[in-house]
T-cell receptor
Framework: DAGVIQSPRHEVTEMGQEVTLRCKPI?????LFWYRQTMMRGLELLIY????????DSGMPEDRFSAKMPNASFSTLKIQPSEPRDSAVYFC?????????FGQGTRLTVV | QQPVQSPQAVILREGEDAVINCSSS?????VHWYRQKHGEAPVFLMI?????EQKGHEKISASFNEKKQQSSLYLTASQLSYSGTYFC?????????????FGKGTHLIIQP
């Protein structure tokens, strides 16, 4: 298996623009997580899905953030409009309920 | 509730031992340990479950004190490849039902 696949690996965008991050989890994994990592706050859980259903989005910082999982093999995290303070590495991870496998992350820079 | 890790950073010589601690103010179901190298994704090392079950890495061991809600990661005879940032992640309910809440990490530097 190729592991968790995220795209793009790097994204630079201007403040106010819409940003969409993509994730393909490992086949057969029924949990999918979106994390954000910054130096100041560490790894923060934004939202997670179980069987494509959002279970807990209490970590989503603002209404500007939204996430979807239309099917078992694809999820998106959207930021609209983006702001400089959204700059971070965004990780997607999947699991069957025990160990989580992380994707390589998307480094987002909002200028 | 974010778990608290200590120390924040450790510098060791190759072959020395290290202990990294993780504590929570909430009752825990499990503690997970991950290692992240610079510019890479976190990689799973170990999971410790309420009741004493462990699953993980061959050369790394850990303990979980359920009464104190504390876990410790033991790195013995450290190798250069052990360098990185170690994170503990905690769950209050079984089976990933919460998602992991991670501590801020412990930076481990192994020098030759």
């Amino acid at each position: 298996d190729a592991g968790v696949i995220q795209s793009p690996r790097h994204e630079v965008t201007e403040m106010g623009q819409e940003v969409t991050l993509r994730c393909k989890p490992i086949s057969g994994h029924d949990y999918l997580f979106w994390y954000r990592q910054t130096m100041m706050r560490g790894l923060e859980l934004l939202i997670y899905f179980n069987n494509n259903v959002p279970i807990d989005d209490s970590g989503m910082p603002e209404d500007r953030f939204s996430a979807k999982m239309p099917n078992a093999s694809f999820s998106t995290l959207k930021i609209q409009p983006s702001e400089p303070r959204d700059s971070a590495v965004y990780f997607c991870a999947s699991s069957t309920g025990t160990e989580a496998f992380f994707g390589q992350g998307t480094r987002l820079t909002v200028v | 509730q974010q778990p608290v890790q200590s120390p924040q950073a450790v510098i060791l010589r190759e072959g020395e031992d290290a202990v990294i601690n993780c504590s929570s103010s909430k009752a825990l179901y499990s503690v997970h340990w991950y290692r992240q190298k610079h510019g890479e994704a976190p990689v799973f090392l170990m999971i410790l479950l309420k009741g004493g079950e462990q699953k993980g890495h061959e050369k790394i061991s850990a303990s979980f004190n359920e009464k104190k809600q504390q876990s410790s990661l033991y790195l013995t005879a450290s190798q250069l490849s052990y360098s990185g940032t170690y994170f503990c992640g905690t769950e209050m309910r079984r089976g990933g039902a919460d998602g992991l809440t991670f501590g801020k990490g412990t930076h481990l530097i192994i020098q030759p």
